[in-house]
Every structure is written in structure tokens, then in C-alpha cells.
């Protein structure tokens, strides 16, 4: 289908608008339309929403397109280009979708595949009892910082990790309201910035609360009143002040609201995020997709689904 053709349509099947926009004739997802790079966070994000819409053909193709464009040595590269660097979060993201596409289409192969990248994690990225940001193969070498919205705490269920420290990490980085997000496991402390990113700060709540059975009780009760008092989130903000810092309202940050908020049944709430989330992407559609980051709008629809399967 054509880009014209596409824009005529109200409400673009979300695949449609990945095929029109996004994918090269290689398969390969962009960061954005106009521009030719390529992260393995896309084509992570994307098998996610595949499973989820349970299109078994197109998961497959998909699946080998990543494998033959981002895996070396069990290792998914952060990007195709000039890198012998993986980041745990996108290997993650492949690997939840693995899993449940195991499940869906009933293909335990994907479960092998998955526990092939789970088994290159342990022997890389394992440091002083935490699962670190990136392993460079190449010169063998791992940092010391863990971003804790990397971390998915049901993989590393999985993988016998020991959830007493995970929690006991993620208490300790509770703020008022906000989340501390990158911890040094060499020096045992915290990273301090002036600004919070809410991708990760929700990112980082879902994880509490999959770690707790309960959300973080100050920044709960931010996140709800910040939505309620102004119609909507921003990208960034203020740690001292909690004033936003950016003009943005951001596709993937509603679409991690929405997430959050099943996740700790705010349902009332829920339905006026996923109307709001609705009409974003019918404006980015009417907009013809321009300066639209691929993550931020798979996000947004996968979000949409999980509010719908619900």
C-alpha cells in the first residue's frame, strides 16, 4: 500500500504503517522514516506486538531478519553498524517475545532460542550480583552501571536470579516521588542527576511492582495527581523542582501509562489514557509519521492491545 493510500485511512493497521514507513525491503526497521539506522530495540519491540496481534507468519520472518541483521556469538547488537556491543534491555525484549510466541504459536523452538540468549547473559553480563547494562565481546569488556529500567525481573525470574537483592535495590532507589535509575554495582551507590526521564521512571515502577505485588507509594501517587492536574505527562522532569523540563507529550510515555495502570489496576484512569493514546496516534497518522521514533509509537500500540486484551 502506498503512503497516499495509507494516510486516507482514519484508523492504519499498525503492521500496514510498519511496512509503509518504517521497513526496508531487507526487513530492517528504522528509528524513523527519513533516516537509515537501525536498533535492535525496534525489532525487539516489534516481535512483542506480533505475538500480541498473533500474526505467526510475520514473527517468523521477522525473527530471522533480527537474527541474520543484530546476533553474533548468541550476542543481539544494539545496532547493525560499527559495534560489537550488546545492551541487556533489547536482548530482554527479544527474549520475553520468544517466549510467549513459544506459547501462542505453539513453537518450542522459540523457548531454545530464547534460553540461548538468556545463557549468553549469565556469562557476560553477570557482575557482583546484578545483570549490567552491555557486554562488548569483542574486548571482552562489561561496565559497572545497571540501569534499572534495563532490568525485566520476570526473565531474570527465570534465570535464578535472587530477588531479595532486586528488591532490596529498588527500595533503596525510591525517591520522593522519583526513582534513582542508574546504579554503580562496583562503588554500591547511586548515580545522581538533576533530571528524571519518565520512560524509565515507569519502566522502573513496573518493575517495583512486579518485585512487590505493590506500587511505589510516592511516585503512585505523583504520577496519578501530575496526569490529573495537567491532562497529561511530559518526557522529562524536574527531580527538586517536579516541574516538567520539555514541552513534549511523548507516545511511549502514555503507552507506559497505560501499562503501569493495568498493572496496578487503576482501570477508571486506564480508559481515559488509552482514549488519549488513541488520538495521538491517529495525529501522528494524520502527520504522515514525520519525526516519528519507531520505538515510541510500537509502544504506543502495543499498549493499545494490552488495554484491549484485557
Known sequence: MTANKLRQSEHPDPITTIQTYYETKEGVLRMYPERDEFL???????????????????????????????VEQSFIKWRTTDTTVDAIVDTFRVIEALKRAAITFDQPMYLEEAYNYQDALKEAHYQN??????????YDDIPSTMHLSYQDISILTDMGVNLTDYRQLFSEAENEPFFNEVYNVETKT???????????????????????????????????????????????????????VVNYESMAVNGLFLDYLLLTNENGLAKDVYQK???QIKEVHEENYEGVHIFDYLMAVQAVVDYEKK
Not at 217 to 230: L, V
Open 190 to 244: 547511586f548515580e545522581q542527576k538533576d533530571t528524571a526521564h519518565l520512560v524509565d521512571q515507569l519502566l522502573i515502577a513496573q518493575n517495583y511492582v512486579k518485585l512487590t505485588n505493590q506500587p511505589p507509594d510516592a511516585f503512585h501517587r505523583w504520577i496519578i495527581a501530575e496526569y490529573n492536574n495537567s491532562d497529561q505527562l511530559s518526557g522529562q522532569y524536574d527531580r527538586q523542582t517536579k516541574k516538567p
Open 129 to 138: 550480583g546484578f545483570y549490567v547494562d552491555f557486554y562488548d565481546w569483542y
Open 277 to 279: 493514546l488513541n488520538s
Open 40 to 70: 535492535s530495540e525496534s525489532m525487539g519491540q516489534y516481535l512483542i506486538y506480533l505475538e500480541a496481534v498473533e500474526n505467526q507468519a510475520l514473527f517468523k520472518q521477522t525473527y530471522q531478519v533480527m537474527k541474520s541483521h543484530f
